[in-house]
């Protein structure tokens, strides 16, 4: 398989972590989102959506947005599961998904930042608050969802779908000053999955385009 991958991408930081977790080898291909290299017309004419993540399966067939990509992974190597058995628990883990892939993430990722910026002159202090918004409103019931749950992970003691959607998320909400000592829940899961190996090869600082003073 080939990963064609940012460093710093969420979304496929994402991917990287379920890849990990289930002992799947790929090939990395980087796509610098700085450089724009993900809208070059060599990129576009293999992903028509111009984002990464993309993953290229060993027959040759594209698949691109991180959740699809984990669902299939997720259907085609089913163990160690990333969705509990029971339905039940499984929409709940998917709700937890939803809330940091949809409703987070896409109001913060840099196409939105720039436009911010470019064409609505907004400041780097107002994209700030602008991401720290959207962060607070997703973390808050985040943190409410997890207070009910007792184990090391999001659900469980084993890391899953909502692990691998949250440690990236986090990753941002650091690197933007979100202060996070409202998030107890959320920092002790951060923590513990960190620690694990599967997370820290997929961590940013571990890629190889990552810049040497990244």
Not at 25 to 49: E, G, I, T, W
Request: some cysteine; proline content about 8%; aromatic content about 10%.
């Amino acid at each position: 398989m080939k990963l064609y991958s940012y460093y710093r991408s969420s979304a496929t930081y994402r991917v990287r972590i379920g890849l990990a977790l289930k002992g799947l080898a790929y090939d990395y291909f980087p796509v610098n989102l700085l450089r724009a290299q993900q809208k070059s017309c060599d990129y576009m004419a293999k992903n028509p959506q111009g984002l990464v993540p993309a993953l290229e399966t060993d027959d040759g067939i594209l698949i691109s947005q991180s959740v699809a990509i984990l669902e299939w992974l997720e259907e085609l190597h089913p163990q160690p599961p990333l969705l509990p058995g029971d339905p039940l628990q499984r929409a709940l883990v998917r709700s937890a998904v939803n809330s940091i892939v949809c409703d987070i993430h896409p109001l913060n990722n840099m196409s939105v930042t720039n436009y911010l910026q470019a064409s609505l002159g907004s400041s780097p202090e107002e994209v700030q608050q602008w991401y720290q918004q959207w962060i607070y409103r997703g973390f808050d019931g985040i943190e409410r969802t997890l207070d009910s749950q007792s184990g090391a992970c999001c659900f469980g003691d084993e890391p899953g779908m909502a692990d691998v959607c949250l440690i990236p998320q986090v990753y941002n909400a650091l690197r933007f000053k979100v202060p996070m000592e409202a998030y107890p829940h959320i920092m002790r899961v951060w923590e513990h999955c960190n620690g694990l190996h599967a997370f820290q090869l997929a961590h940013p600082d571990a890629q190889p385009d990552t810049p040497v003073s990244a």
